[in-house]
């Protein structure tokens, strides 16, 4: 037999094709008695008969857990502990007491004030949020699917993401007025081109693969967004939502301090006509919760929802 | 019935700097009367793409391809086609279930049927008891039977499958082997099966075409001799058909060798 040594693209298949000779021109019966046997070893482990299932490993979890939870309260102590060792260096305006400053936050959420200004600072986000969300995720899916428009659309989208927040606001309240539609605008303006920039990249890295599959299947143009593009966003659509949140507060408390009368923002400013750095404090630390309950709660709660499917990479991030 | 007519394919890629690949080379074959047509040829030849082309996903830059249905029925009727890629390709975010129910829809099979189905098709793969495990938790074989169940649910007209039991152990892929040979004599498809091995081509093909390596062009034509019932992997008379087929494999490899 020959053996082929040269460096032709065929290689791998020669050497396979040559296995395969050297395998098959071995007498049949031997064959046949080699696979009698692997089928017999198929059948059962090799384990000592009448011997227990071995018990699964379940140790770990639990106590990981609560180091995660550990940390994440050392972290939390060590930020309060700095604030109070402040308190030693600087007058009481300056930096309040940490203990007078909750309770000026429990006097906040006690006499429902909290409720009222906080939910209407939410809603000017969720609505702006509504607003952005339901033009980006159409407009990233084309830019990133249809070359003429990412060429279209590519400038105003970079532009608007290099205008300050601060800029979008002043010019949403000249142009609306003072009253709810410039700050749901403001809002919406502001995160649009990070969202759909997000959204315009995750579509560029769909696998191409899967939409052929879904082609080959007859899958309507419905189903292969539903089922097939969507899902490979939703880590773009999350992070984009988490980063947008953040955007979307700090430009929603800035509208609400150019003379609404009510929402965080408007709070806030209040506390500085007084030279209140316990109320500043007090409505910011709420604000802070807020967003906690927003970030880990809802959307961490959303995201192991939705991936689901994924396994998780907790193994090797320790 | 259905079949497939290929016609003076011819297919050029891109290379990165812009020159032209030649990947198929004017060719021709149709699948008229038989049952499995194998195409067996070295790694990187154009298989693949020969069956792309097939299913329409990529164009040709000459000749053409078609799925000719000869029902007698309405001239609109156009043949169920059937893919088993060469990687799964499964929706990673839907369970194994959920997968073949896709194909299911995109194919417009009546509701009705599904359950039974997917019943019969899991079953036939060995995955009744992972219906509803997402494929990521899934071993590389394991997926692979989910991407060969996903084309065989549809019980296509046409089925094309691009070496579906390369991923599997011996046992598992023969068995799978004759169950695919069952199925398609029982529902009448016209199969194109791509394949590397000698054995697997002698075993499901009731006619095989050797391609060269790149460009790819038809060298060789082999019909089985033997009826897909009496194909026994002990048989003489089967080890002497894959002799001849593995002649004809390696004096196409001599023909290549660069003299140094
Ligand atoms: N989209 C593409 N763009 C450019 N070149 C491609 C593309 N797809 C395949 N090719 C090239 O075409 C040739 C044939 O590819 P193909 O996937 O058809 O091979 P194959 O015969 O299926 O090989 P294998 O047995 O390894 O799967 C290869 O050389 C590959 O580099
Ligand atoms: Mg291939």
Redesign the interface.
């Known amino acids: 037999m020959?053996i082929?040594t040269?460096?032709?693209?065929?290689n791998?298949?020669?050497f396979?094709?040559l296995t395969?000779?050297i395998e098959?021109n071995r007498l049949?019966?031997v064959?046949?008695r080699e696979?009698k046997a692997?089928?017999a070893s198929?059948q059962a482990p090799l384990a000592t008969e009448g011997s227990a299932i071995p018990a699964r490993s379940k140790m770990g979890h639990g106590r990981e857990a609560a180091w995660t939870t550990g940390l994440r309260i050392a972290s939390i102590l060590a930020m309060l502990l700095v604030w109070w060792a402040l308190t030693f260096f600087f007058p009481p305006s300056l930096i309040p007491h940490p203990i007078e400053t909750f309770s000026e936050v429990a006097a906040i959420v006690s006499t429902g004030q909290f409720f009222t200004e906080m939910g209407a600072t939410l809603r000017r986000v969720g609505v702006g949020f509504a607003i952005a969300m339901l033009v980006s995720i159409p407009l990233g899916i084309l830019m990133g699917t249809v070359k003429s428009l990412e060429n279209f659309f590519e400038p105003p989208v970079i532009l608007g993401l290099t205008m300050p927040g601060l800029v979008w606001a002043v010019m949403m309240i000249m142009f609306f007025g003072l009253n709810e539609t410039s700050a749901y605008a403001a809002v919406a303006v502001t995160i649009f081109p990070m969202l759909t920039i997000s959204l315009w990249q995750g579509t560029k890295s769909i696998d191409k693969?899967?939409i052929?599959?879904?082609?080959?299947?007859?899958?309507?143009p419905w189903?292969k967004v539903v089922?097939?593009i969507l899902?490979q966003l939703v880590s773009h659509i999350l992070a984009a939502i988490r980063y947008g949140l953040g955007l979307a507060w700090k430009v929603v408390v800035v509208v609400e301090m150019f003379g609404f009368s009510n929402g965080v923002g408007y709070q806030v400013v209040r506390g500085f006509n007084v030279f209140s750095m316990k109320q500043v404090l007090a409505w910011a630390i709420t604000f802070l919760v807020v967003m906690i309950i927003i970030e880990f709660g809802m959307i961490g709660w959303l995201e192991s929802r939705i991936?689901?499917?994924?396994?998780r990479v907790e193994a090797w991030r320790r | 019935m259905a079949y497939v007519q290929v016609e003076n394919a011819v297919k050029y890629f891109s290379r990165e700097d812009g020159t032209d690949m030649l990947v198929l080379d004017r060719v021709s074959f149709d699948t008229k009367e038989f049952g499995i047509t194998c195409l067996l040829?070295?790694?990187?030849?154009g298989k693949s793409t020969l069956l792309?082309a097939i299913?329409?996903?990529e164009r040709l830059d000459q000749g053409r391809v078609e799925v000719i249905s000869n029902h007698g029925s309405a001239p609109s009727h156009s043949p169920r086609?059937g893919?088993v890629?060469q990687?799964p390709?499964l929706?990673?975010?839907?369970s194994v279930e959920e997968n073949l129910t896709?194909?299911l829809?995109?194919?417009?099979i009546p509701h009705a049927e599904w359950s039974d189905r997917l019943r019969k098709y899991l079953e036939i793969v060995g995955l009744s008891e992972f219906r509803n495990q997402?494929?990521?938790?899934l071993s590389g074989g394991m997926r692979q039977r989910v991407g060969l169940a996903?084309g065989l649910v549809?019980e296509p007209e046409v089925l094309l499958m691009d070496e579906p039991f390369s991923k599997l152990d011996?046992?598992t892929a023969r068995r799978l082997r004759e169950e695919t040979l069952r199925i398609c004599e029982h529902l009448k498809q016209s199969t194109v099966l791509v394949t590397?091995?000698?054995?697997e081509a002698a075993y499901m093909g009731d006619r095989i075409i050797i391609l060269c390596?790149?460009p790819a062009g038809i060298v060789d034509i082999l019909e089985n001799p033997l009826p897909p019932g009496a194909r026994d992997?002990?048989?003489?008379q089967f080890?002497a058909f894959?002799k001849r087929l593995?002649q004809s494999?390696?004096k196409l490899?001599?023909k290549?060798?660069?003299p140094?």
Request: negative net charge; aromatic residues 8%.
């Open positions: 020959k082929v040269c460096a032709s693209p065929i791998n298949a020669a396979t094709m395969a000779k098959h049949p019966t064959m046949a696979e692997l089928a198929v693969d899967l052929d599959m879904s082609t080959a299947f007859h899958a309507g189903s089922d097939v899902p991936t689901r499917w994924r396994p | 040829g070295p790694s990187g030849c792309n299913s329409g996903l086609l893919y890629f990687d390709r929706l990673h975010w839907k896709f194909a829809k995109g194919m417009s997402f494929p990521l938790y996903r549809i011996q046992l590397h091995d000698v054995e390596a790149r992997v002990d048989d003489l080890i894959k593995l494999v390696l490899m001599e290549d060798e660069v140094s």
